[in-house]
């Protein structure tokens, strides 16, 4: 089945970018339904690589950009060279939990895969990936062999809700496996089946490291804490006090459950389910160690001007209540808040609280999480580390 581009319209798969949108396609042969595999061709009838069809503004997502089957061997060789890249940036002994398959980065649009120790954890954001799912399983285990003991879809949440693919969340192969995860040496629960993404914020184990360095004898204060990641690196860096605050039980409850697998019962942490700005206002003076890794608070573009007044104001009512000389870790993982637009609300926060602020780190996501130089969407997480002072 193929679909081709208006004149002039293939200029931007020449460059290599994975989208092509409803606007830039003249006619398709036949009738492609959400998910098919198709080839796109220019107006002159030039093959310009295979991709999966979609319905809205994005029409197809490029898979290839050659003309080839889209078939177990493809499957397998991305998912291998995605293995591969993993194996040079952040596998090792101490670390078996992290982002394998990162969607457009990797090749594979609309594709997320997080593994956990033997458990990979599928999610698929296209009908197409969905309908390849099996064949993605099958893949995951030819790449990983005896080392892989389940494979887990968790798509329900994510696939388009147009296309009717009336997605269940399960195993696609394997049963669950009970053993922690590992990150950089300290065991953490996840909770693939229930817990909000994939069960864990792999995006931030860098910025987590880099906390741990600024801990030592400070009291820490992480907001949106969720599963406790930044909690249990601020314990190991010496930590005199930690709170880890959420606004979900369940999330809190497994922070304890994580900080207690590492520290045991009597370490120095508590956890407390609040809303983050009311909690931020009774904590004056506290905290000399503050973290804000919200949720996205802009998902859509039409909400991009709210999230930004909601950063400014978080982030102003933390330097207003941290003490001089603390530090701040502040991030914004909203795909449609650019890096420049966060600094920017920051940066009004700061003339907000009157405070002196200084730059000590521009945060950004892991190597796991790669960025494809065609394709700079895919940069989502940003942060910075501050020095508050006066």
């Given at each position: 089945m193929k679909i081709f581009l208006k004149s002039g319209k293939e200029e931007a798969l020449l460059r290599r970018h994975p989208w092509v949108f409803s606007g830039a396609i003249a006619r398709a042969d036949g009738s492609p339904e959400e998910g098919d595999v198709v080839e796109v061709c220019s107006a002159a009838?030039?093959?310009?690589?295979?991709?999966?069809?979609?319905?809205?503004?994005i029409a197809v997502r490029m898979l290839s950009f050659e003309p080839q089957e889209i078939n177990a061997d493809f499957w397998q060789k991305t998912l291998q060279n995605a293995y591969n890249l993993r194996q040079k940036t952040t596998l090792s002994e101490a670390t078996t939990c992290y982002r394998l398959a990162h969607g457009e980065a990797d090749g594979l649009p609309g594709l997320i895969v997080d593994v956990y120790g033997a458990t990979a954890v599928l999610q698929a954001h296209t009908a197409g990936m969905y309908l390849a799912r099996n064949e993605l399983a099958q893949a995951l285990r030819s790449v990983y062999g005896g080392s892989l003991k389940a494979v887990y879809d968790k798509s329900a949440g994510t696939v388009p809700l147009n296309a009717n693919l009336g997605a269940t969340d399960g195993y696609l192969w394997g049963e669950k496996q009970a053993e922690p995860a590992l990150e950089n040496g300290l065991k953490f629960e996840v909770d693939w089946e229930g817990g909000q993404k994939t069960g864990f914020f792999l995006d931030q184990r860098d910025n987590r490291s880099l906390l741990e360095r600024y801990c030592r004898g400070r009291s820490v204060l992480n907001m949106f804490c969720y599963t406790g990641g930044f909690s249990a690196y601020a314990l190991r860096g010496g930590a005199a006090r930690v709170c880890s605050v959420d606004s979900s039980a369940r999330a809190v409850e497994q922070a304890r459950r994580n900080v207690a697998l590492n520290f045991g019962e009597h370490a120095p942490h508590e956890a407390h389910v609040a809303d983050g700005f009311e909690f931020l206002q009774?904590?004056?003076?506290?905290?000399d160690v503050i973290v804000l890794d919200p949720p996205a608070f802009a998902k859509h573009t039409g909400a991009a001007r709210n999230a930004l007044q909601a950063y400014r104001r978080l982030n102003a009512l933390a330097m207003k209540q941290a003490p001089s000389g603390s530090v701040i870790f502040t991030f914004s993982c909203s795909q449609v808040v650019s890096r420049e637009q966060f600094c920017s609300a920051v940066f009004s926060a700061a003339l907000d609280s009157r405070r002196s602020v200084r730059i000590l780190h521009r945060l950004a996501q892991p190597p796991d999480h790669p960025?494809?130089?065609?394709?700079?969407?895919?940069?989502y997480l940003k942060g910075l580390a501050l020095y508050v002072e006066g």
């Open positions: 009838g030039q093959p310009l690589g295979m991709g999966h069809a979609q319905v809205g503004s009774s904590a004056a003076g506290e905290y960025v494809s130089i065609f394709h700079p969407e895919g940069e």
